[in-house]
């Protein structure tokens, strides 16, 4: 019995140190609410094996060539905050959109790739919380519509392509870096200035 409470906080500490891994999700089947994992949120491009939960911070959205089999696929924000470390939507095609009302927040931890032929409509803010370097934000042609908040705290952002942002861009921590890109925003604001 000795041992066994000798044991315990070792595995306790190996339990709790071991890095967390992101899930990949892919959006099928078309238009859809962004929490309806049980139809929209597969396991694999294409797949009809589906997540049990929507995504969280730590998991990747992948939105390609399988998700919208007609064209004019909408994803509809539904949630008060959806989550996600990378968002892509690299491959996608039929000019999917994004939608989501001025009460909805997007929360991104990572990177965020959208393409041309697509449509950005979130009114609601959006909020990139990197915590570490490396980051990309490649917006495509398209203008944030909503407020926008840098505030991942060691985080890094490097833009692939002018950042366009229709309302103020609030930076409270992390590095923005322009990477010779154009910003065009209403206004910038860092709380420590």
Known sequence: MKSLYKTLPLLFILFFSLPAVALEY???GGSGMWSDHNNHWAKTSGGAVFHDQVP???DNVHFDANSFPVPGG????DQTIIYCMDMDWTGATGTPVLTGPGDKM????GSMTLIADMQW????????LAFQLGKEITLAGHSIISEVYFEGLGGEWILQDEFRALQ???HFNGVLRSNDQTLRVRGHWNPSW
């Open 26 to 28: 892919y959006w099928v």
């Open 56 to 58: 969280t911070s730590m």
């Open 74 to 77: 909408t994803v509809t924000i």
């Open 106 to 109: 997007v929360f991104i931890y």
């Open 121 to 128: 409509d979130v009114q609601g803010q959006v909020h990139f």
């Open 168 to 170: 103020n861009v609030v």
